[in-house]
C-alpha cells in the first residue's frame, strides 16, 4: 500500500465520480432488468407452471391499498383545507377569494393529491417492501425459494407491483375527492359558498384531462414505490443492519424518485 | 500441497455418481473462493463437508444445488450440467433437490403447516386435503406432528431446524443438502438431528450433503468427509481415513478442539493482546 504513489486530490474525486457513476448506472439496469423480469412472469408465468397467485396480489392490495385509506384520507383533507385556507388568504389582496376554486381544484387534483399519496404510500409500503425482502435475503428464505424451484421475482416481487400499481392510483382518486371535499367545507365556513357550489364550480373547472394527468402519474409513483423498494430489499447484505440501512434508503429513494418525476410531469405537461 | 489430493476420489463401484464436479472455481469480485476443486458424490451416501470458517463450504454447497454459477469448471447434478440448463430445465431440477439452511429459513408470514406444504402447492396439483396428510406425515418423520399451525417464531431453534428439514424432504427429493445442521444447538437435540439424517439416508435412499463444523457430529453420520481448507480440498475420504491420515495439518484440524480447551487464562490472554497489536500495525 505504502509503496503505491499517494493519488492526488483530482485524481480521486474523478476516480469517485466514475465509481459513482458505474454504481448508479448498474442499480438503473437492475431496475429495468427487474421491470421486464416481473412483466415476463406475469404474461408467461402459467405457461411454465409458475403462474402469479391472486391470492398474493389479493393481500398486497389489502396491505399498499386498503390498509392505507385511513391516513390517506386524513392527510388528504389536511392538504385540502390548507389549499382552501391560503388560497383565501392570497386571493383576499385582490379581493378575489371567489376565485379560490380554480386554485385548489387545480392543485388537488394535478399536483398534491398524486404527490401526497404517493409520499404516504412510499413511507408505509416503499419500507416495508424492502424491509420484508431484506429480512428474507438474509435469513436466507430467498434462496430456499430458489431452491424450491419458486422464481422469488414471480412469487413475491410481481403481486406487489401490480398492487402497487392498482392501488396508488386508486387512493390518489380518493384522495383528490377527500381533499376537494375539506377544501369545500373550509370555503363554506370562510365565505359561506355552500358545498354544493363549490363543487358544480370544480367539476365544470376540471377536464378529464386534468384527472389523468393526476391519476397516470400516480400510477408510475406506485410502479416507482413498488420497484424502489424491492431492489432495495434484494441488495441487502450483511444482518439486521443491512436491512435497516436497505429501509431507509429505500424510503428516501422514492420520495425523491417522486419529487423529481412529478416536476418532470409538470412541465411536459405545461410545454 | 501435493497434487495427489486434487484429483477426484474414485466412487465407491457399482454406485452411480448423483454430482459430479470439475475443476470448481470461483470468486466474489475478484477474490477466488474455491481453486478448482474436484469431487463425485455418488448415490446413497452421505459426504459431510468440513473445514475453518471461510473456507468456503457454504459457497461450495450452494454451488453443488445450483443456486450460484462458476468462474470456471463444471458441475453435473443428476446428469444435468449446470451451465446447460434452461430456465425450465432448472426448475425441474430443483424439484429433485432438498435443502434445509442454516437458520431454517422458513417463511415467517406462513405457519409451519404453510411452509411445508409450499412446494407442493407450487409443484403439484394435489387437493389441500391430500397436501395437508402429506405435510402431516413428514412432520411426523421429524417429530413435530401437531405443530402445524404454529407460526414459525413459536418454535424453539431445534424445532426450526426439524421443520425445515420436513420442508426440505416433502418433494421426496434425491438430494438433501444441509448447511450446519448442529450450529447453535444443545448436543442432545444436535444428536437428534444427526439420527434424522441417517434414518433419512436409511429409510429413503437419499443422498445427503452435509456441512458442519462439529467432528462428533461428523464422524457419526458420515460415509465420505471432505475438508475444504482455503478454497483447496485437504481431503477426501472415509471417516478411518481421516482419523489414520498422516498428514499434519489435518491431525491439528481434528485435535484442534482439544488443543483450544488446553489453552491457559493468561496464554489467551497474551494472546489477545498480540492479535490486537498485530492489527493494528496493519491498519497503519
Ligand atoms: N455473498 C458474498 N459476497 C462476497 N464474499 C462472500 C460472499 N459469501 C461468502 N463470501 C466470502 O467467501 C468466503 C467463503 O465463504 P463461505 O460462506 O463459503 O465460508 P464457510 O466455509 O461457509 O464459512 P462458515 O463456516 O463461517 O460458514 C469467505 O471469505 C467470505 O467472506
Ligand atoms: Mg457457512
Redesign the pocket.
Known amino acids: 500500500m505504502s509503496e503505491r504513489a499517494k493519488p492526488n486530490a483530482v485524481f480521486r474525486f474523478f476516480d469517485r465520480l466514475g465509481r459513482l457513476s458505474v454504481a448508479g448506472l448498474e442499480e438503473l439496469g437492475r431496475y429495468g432488468t427487474l421491470l421486464v423480469e416481473s412483466f415476463y412472469w406475469l404474461i408467461f408465468g402459467h405457461r411454465i407452471g409458475q403462474p402469479v397467485r391472486i391470492g398474493a396480489f389479493f393481500s398486497e392490495m389489502m396491505e399498499i391499498g386498503v390498509r392505507a385509506i385511513g391516513i390517506v384520507g386524513i392527510m388528504a383533507a389536511a392538504i385540502g383545507a390548507m389549499l382552501a385556507i391560503q388560497g383565501i388568504y392570497s386571493l383576499k389582496i385582490f379581493g378575489a377569494e371567489g376565485h379560490v376554486v380554480f386554485g385548489v381544484a387545480f392543485s388537488m387534483v394535478r399536483e398534491f393529491a398524486p404527490l401526497i399519496t404517493g409520499i404516504l404510500v412510499a413511507g408505509r409500503s416503499g419500507s416495508a417492501l424492502s424491509a420484508r425482502i431484506g429480512t428474507m435475503k438474509i435469513n436466507q428464505e430467498i434462496d430456499a425459494l430458489e431452491v424450491m424451484g419458486i422464481n422469488p421475482v414471480r412469487f413475491l416481487v410481481v403481486p406487489s407491483l401490480l398492487a402497487a400499481l392498482i392501488m396508488v392510483p386508486a387512493l390518489t382518486f380518493m384522495s383528490m375527492i377527500v381533499g376537494l371535499w375539506a377544501a369545500g367545507a373550509y370555503v363554506n365556513f370562510a365565505l359561506g359558498m355552500s358545498l354544493a357550489a363549490f363543487l358544480d364550480q370544480t367539476i365544470s373547472i376540471l377536464s378529464v384531462n386534468d384527472l389523468l394527468h393526476g391519476l397516470g402519474k400516480s400510477a408510475i409513483f406506485g410502479l416507482l414505490i413498488a420497484l424502489i423498494g424491492v431492489v432495495n430489499g434484494f441488495m441487502v ?1 450483511g444482518g439486521a443492519e443491512g436491512v435497516g440501512k436497505a429501509t431507509t434508503r429505500a424510503v428516501v429513494q422514492c420520495i425523491s424518485a417522486i419529487v423529481v418525476t412529478d416536476m418532470l410531469f409538470a412541465l411536459v405537461a405545461t410545454l | 500441497m501435493s497434487d495427489s489430493k486434487q484429483k477426484p476420489t474414485p466412487p465407491a463401484p457399482q454406485l452411480p455418481t448423483v454430482i459430479e464436479v470439475r475443476d470448481l472455481v470461483t470468486h ?2 475478484t ?1 477466488q ?1 474455491l481453486n478448482g476443486i474436484n469431487v463425485d458424490i455418488v448415490q446413497g451416501e452421505i459426504m459431510v463437508i468440513m ?12 454451488h453443488l444445488m445450483a443456486l450460484q454459477m462458476p468462474t470456471s469448471g463444471t458441475i453435473k447434478i443428476l446428469g444435468n450440467d449446470v451451465w446447460d440448463l434452461s430456465q425450465k430445465d432448472l426448475f425441474g431440477l430443483r424439484k429433485k433437490l432438498g435443502v434445509a439452511f ?1 437458520a431454517g429459513a422458513l417463511f415467517s408470514s406462513m405457519t409451519v403447516g404453510e411452509n411445508i406444504m409450499l412446494p407442493l402447492y407450487e409443484h403439484t396439483k394435489l387437493d389441500r386435503l391430500t397436501m395437508q396428510i402429506m405435510a402431516r406425515m413428514k412432520l411426523e418423520v421429524v417429530d413435530l406432528a401437531g405443530f402445524e399451525d404454529l407460526m414459525p417464531s413459536e418454535l424453539s431453534g431445534g424445532m426450526v431446524k426439524r421443520a425445515a428439514v420436513a420442508r426440505a424432504i416433502i418433494m421426496d427429493p434425491r438430494i438433501l443438502f444441509f ?2 445442521p448442529s450450529a447453535g444447538l444443545d448436543p442432545v437435540v444436535s444428536s437428534q438431528l444427526d439420527d434424522l439424517i441417517l434414518r433419512l439416508r436409511d429409510a429413503m435412499g437419499m443422498t445427503i450433503c452435509v ?1 458442519t ?1 462439529e467432528l462428533e457430529s461428523a464422524f457419526k453420520i458420515a460415509d465420505r468427509i471432505t475438508v ?1 481448507d482455503k ?1 483447496d480440498i485437504l481431503f477426501i475420504g472415509t471417516v478411518d481415513e481421516l482419523k489414520k491420515h498422516p498428514s499434519e495439518r489435518i491431525q491439528n484440524l481434528l485435535n484442534r478442539r482439544s488443543e483450544e480447551a488446553e489453552i491457559d487464562a493468561d496464554e489467551y490472554l497474551r494472546r489477545l493482546m498480540g492479535e490486537k497489536l498485530e492489527t493494528e500495525g496493519m491498519s497503519r
Do not use: A, C, M, P
Not at chain 2, 473445514?51 to 450452494?62: A, E, H, I, P, Q
Open positions: 447484505k | 466474489y469480485g477474490r473462493i473445514g475453518g470458517s471461510g473456507s468456503g463450504k457454504s459457497t461450495f454447497l450452494r442454516q448447511d450446519e456441512v463444523h475444504l478454497g
